[in-house]
Every structure is written in C-alpha cells, then in structure tokens.
C-alpha cells in the first residue's frame, strides 16, 4: 500500500560552515532513501575539489540572468555578491516520480519557495553554539578573511528568520542532525494533510 506519490521537497537552510552538505552526505548514506540532490547553479568560482554539475552548475552572470528571464528558476537571490539559484524543471521531474528532493539554499530563496511551493518541508539548521560555526569557517581554509567575516554576519541576519522554518535542528553531530532530518521526513510524510485524500480513496475501495 503506498500512500504518497508525490515525492516531498526538503529545503535545508542554515549559516555558511554549519555543516549543510555534511549532513546531507549522511542523510544521502541511509539505506534504501529515496533521496535526489538538488543541484544549484551560481556565479561563485568552484572551490578546490568542487565539480561542475555535481556541486553546483558554474555560470556567468549573463548566463545566470538568462535563466532568470528565462524563468528557469524556482527561486534565486544574491548571497556576499554572487548569484545562486535553483533549477525548476529538476525538481518538478523528481518530485513526480515520487523522489525526496533536497534543496540547501540561503533564507531568502527558502522564503521564495515558501511562496510557491507551501507543502514544502523546512529545516533550519543551527551549530551547537556561535563559536563553533566561527571555527569551523576558519579551519575550512577556503574562505578569505574577509569573506569569512561578511558570511559570519550573513549568519547573524539568518538567524533571525529561523523563526520562520518548520523545524530547527541542532548540527551537534552530523550523525545525529541527519538522524532527526530523516525522522522529520518520515513524520511529514504521514501528516494528515498530504495522505488523507489517498487514504480516503484506498477505504472508499477506488484505488
Ligand atoms: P556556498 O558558497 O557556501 O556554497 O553557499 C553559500 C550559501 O548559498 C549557502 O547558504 C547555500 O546554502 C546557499 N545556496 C546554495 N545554493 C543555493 C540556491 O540555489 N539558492 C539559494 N537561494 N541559496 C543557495
């Protein structure tokens, strides 16, 4: 008996260096997930190991404003001056087939797609304390001083919508964050509101 068809979006948010795509990569290690990773497209110059299409798609900013006009876009915003935004047709393909689609994007996009797509699951994530996500910037090497600084005080602004997520989860340890993620997933799959109409159907004998 299958309830759900409709895979569930998964927008993760949280400040730079709590540990986002840590956590997905063990969410993404649980057996028998049904998971896809929505992969993002920015102006940012690849970091050191990162690949084209695998992390993120690297454009200009001409193409990037191309697929603004274009309308190929879910949401996009401007995060310490570059571009970052999320391909539409991807996600509208693997949630129909019934996927669990992640998406890890920055507060204003995630309020973009609160707008568009509200059956949406939101997750905020936050480090165990303040210090923490500073160290945790600083010994990731791939930031200069000053970027660091302007995506520190990006955190602080960050925090302030957290209030406007579903749930917050604490990255204390990347086991455990993605443990509740998944737990949460689960959870949200069975609410009332997604499976009733199904459900119904299936008691009613229609299906
Ligand atoms: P980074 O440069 O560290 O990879 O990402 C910077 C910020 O941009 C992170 O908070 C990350 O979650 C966010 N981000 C990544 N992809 C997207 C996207 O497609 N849209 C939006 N709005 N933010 C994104």
Same mark, same amino acid.
């Given at each position: 008996m299958k309830l759900n068809e409709r895979g569930l979006l @998964?927008?993760?948010?949280?400040? !730079?260096?709590?540990g986002k795509g840590t956590i997905r990569k063990a969410?993404?290690?649980i057996p028998?997930?049904?998971? %896809?990773? #929505?992969? !993002?497209? %920015? %102006?940012r110059k690849p970091r050191p190991g990162e690949v084209d299409g695998v992390d993120y798609?690297?454009?200009?900013? #001409?193409?990037?404003?191309?697929? =603004?006009?274009?309308?190929? &876009? &879910?949401?996009?915003?401007?995060? @310490?001056?570059?571009?970052?935004? %999320?391909p539409l047709s991807f996600i509208e393909q693997k949630? #129909?087939?019934?996927?669990?689609? =992640? =998406?890890?994007i920055e507060v204003q996009g995630a309020l973009q797609v609160r707008e568009k797509?509200?059956?949406? @699951?939101?997750?905020? =994530?936050?480090?165990?304390?303040?210090?923490?996500l500073e160290e945790r910037l600083i010994s990731r090497g791939t930031e200069d001083a000053k970027i660091i600084q302007q995506r520190l005080e990006k955190a602080e602004r960050e925090y302030n919508l957290a209030y406007k997520y579903d749930y917050i989860v604490v990255n204390d340890d990347v086991g455990n964050a993605a443990d509740r993620i998944y737990a949460i997933i689960r959870a949200e799959h069975a609410k009332t509101e997604r499976s009733i109409q199904k459900y119904t159907k299936l008691m009613e004998g229609k299906e």
């Open positions: @998964v927008v993760m948010s949280g400040p !730079s260096g709590v969410l993404f290690r028998d997930n049904n998971f %896809t990773y #929505s992969v !993002s497209m %920015t %102006t798609f690297f454009v200009s900013r #001409s193409e990037f404003e191309a697929n =603004i006009r274009a309308g190929r &876009l &879910l949401e996009y915003a401007e995060f @310490v001056g570059e571009y970052y935004g %999320t949630l #129909s087939e019934g996927k669990e689609v =992640i =998406i890890e797509m509200p059956d949406a @699951v939101f997750v905020f =994530i936050v480090p165990p304390s303040k210090k923490a």
